[in-house]
């Protein structure tokens, strides 16, 4: 593992972080390296904390990887799709914590988790694919549909209209914001409430609600292979 993704884990706390110094962008070294911690925080059967670095989660998709063509976009976007797949019916509660700017399949990540923290201070969030010339995939739209509330809804997919922190709590992306100084201790927070629950009936709870929900992710990953998402 490079050291884009860093892995570490502490009393039954995993914390994931991801940090290429620049925009976090999302290229299959970064799928490969998140697969691999969650890999290590599931054998370990770790609360996950999900984290970018200081100012920033991710931008998104790596738009140079995106731009070598039909078949290189749709690998990356199959790779987006199956990682925010696996953190919703990960067996262990997965906290985001937004650490800054949260963009496009950055967001997507946000939405798969279980809680969602934002960092307060003039940061983005939000699903800009129509604004930079992206047809959103059906993952992303019944992600987005399943989290987003309906009021919401149209205005992230089809808008592309982006939030404050604050206004994301309202838009479906967050569930609490925190100051950036204190969201170390937000997510541990969370995360010791979370360790307060039987980790098999919150495992059968999570996937048994999300059944038909999951297949229907399946479905729409098997069917955007056959999609263009570039204008």
């Not at 992303?140 to 989290?147: Q, T, V």
């Not at 309202?170 to 010791?192: C, I, M, N, Q, R």
Request: glycine content about 10%.
């Amino acid at each position: 593992m490079s050291n884009i993704v860093t892995y570490s884990c502490k009393e039954g706390v995993a914390t994931i972080t991801m940090d290429d110094g620049k925009v976090n962008a999302l290229s299959h070294t970064v799928w490969d390296e998140l697969g691999d911690a969650f890999d290590k925080a599931e054998a370990a059967n770790a609360i996950v904390i999900l984290q970018g670095r200081p100012g920033l989660f991710s931008g998104g998709f790596d738009l140079k990887e995106m731009g070598k063509g039909p078949e290189a976009a749709i690998a990356l976007t199959t790779r987006g799709s199956e990682m925010a797949r696996r953190i919703l019916a990960f067996p262990t509660p997965v906290i985001g914590v937004s650490t800054g700017h949260c963009i496009a399949m950055g967001a997507f990540l946000m939405l798969a988790c279980d809680f969602r923290i934002g960092a307060d201070g003039e940061f983005k969030t939000g699903l800009n694919e129509t604004m930079i010339g992206m047809t959103m995939h059906n993952f992303g739209i019944e992600l987005a549909r399943y989290r987003i509330p309906l009021n919401y809804f149209h205005r992230a997919v089809i808008n592309a209209e982006i939030w404050s922190p604050d206004d994301a709590i309202s838009a479906g992306f967050y569930d609490k914001t925190a100051p950036v100084e204190h969201l170390d201790e937000a997510a541990l927070a969370v995360a010791k409430g979370f360790s307060q629950l039987n980790m098999t009936a919150f495992n059968g709870s999570k996937n048994k609600s999300r059944a038909a929900f999951l297949k229907l992710l399946d479905e729409c990953i098997e069917s955007d292979k056959a999609i263009s998402v570039t204008a």
